[in-house]
């Protein structure tokens, strides 16, 4: 069974611009969570969808958004970026909201100057 | 506020070593409590995991330590090899909520 992956791996965007990063998750896995990671704050949670809806947010300003589709594919949006959003955007599917395992994909390392 | 904190920031272990790593929790509430290990370039995996009815769970070398009264658990590796060498975060979860991550430890094992 192929795992999480995340597209594209790498992404240099300018500060003012946009950019959505897209996960799909493990077959059969319908939850999947977003995380930021960075050297100085570490993994933070951004949001979790289940069923094509937000089911949990974390603390990340409105500039942070995300969707989910009906075959449980998740894509995340950045909007007018900071150098501060350079990071590690990790997702991790589930079988269901809340289950206790998530499996993680590789990351979208953006850099944002 | 953090509510996982995670010791040491960084660990040297010699192969055949045992590596501890700590970490302390605030909220009561946490139901679960994980371990992920990271290598570069790739993103977290499931490690081990405890719930807090459990004091000890041993899985080869790998075992989590819980202590429920003094809000704390750790993990241990015994026989350490530098394949393991990697970051290790622990985490915890509230109810179906969100993980809750800890800083993380990177761990070298010197051959």
């Known amino acids: 069974k192929a795992g999480v992956t995340q597209t594209p791996r790498y992404l240099i965007k300018t500060r003012g611009q946009q950019v959505t990063l897209s996960c799909s998750p493990i077959?059969?896995?319908?939850?999947v969570s977003w995380y930021q990671q960075t050297p100085g704050q570490g993994l933070q949670f951004l949001f979790e969808y289940f069923s094509e809806t937000q089911r949990n947010k974390g603390n990340f300003p409105g500039r942070f958004s995300g969707r989910q589709f009906s075959n449980s594919r998740s894509e995340m949006n950045v909007s007018t970026l900071e150098l501060g959003d350079s990071a590690l955007y990790l997702c991790?599917?589930?079988?269901?909201?809340?289950?206790?395992?998530?499996?993680f994909g590789p990351g979208t390392r953006l850099t944002v100057t | 506020q953090q509510q996982v904190k995670q010791s040491p920031q960084s660990l040297i272990v010699q192969k055949g070593g045992i590596s501890i790593i700590n970490c302390a929790y605030e909220n009561t509430a946490f139901d679960y409590f994980p371990w992920y290990q990271q290598f570069p370039g790739k993103g977290p995996a499931l490690l081990i995991a405890i719930r807090p009815d459990v004091s000890e769970k041993k899985e080869g070398r790998f075992t989590i330590s819980f202590n429920k009264s003094a809000k704390q658990f750790s993990l241990h590796i015994m026989d350490s090899q530098p394949g393991d060498s990697a970051t290790y975060f622990c985490a915890a979860r509230r109810s179906a909520r969100q993980l809750t991550f800890g800083s993380g430890t990177q761990l070298t094992v010197l051959p």
């Open positions: 077959s059969g896995h319908r939850s």
């Open positions: 991790a599917s589930s079988l269901r909201q809340g289950q206790i395992e998530q499996y």
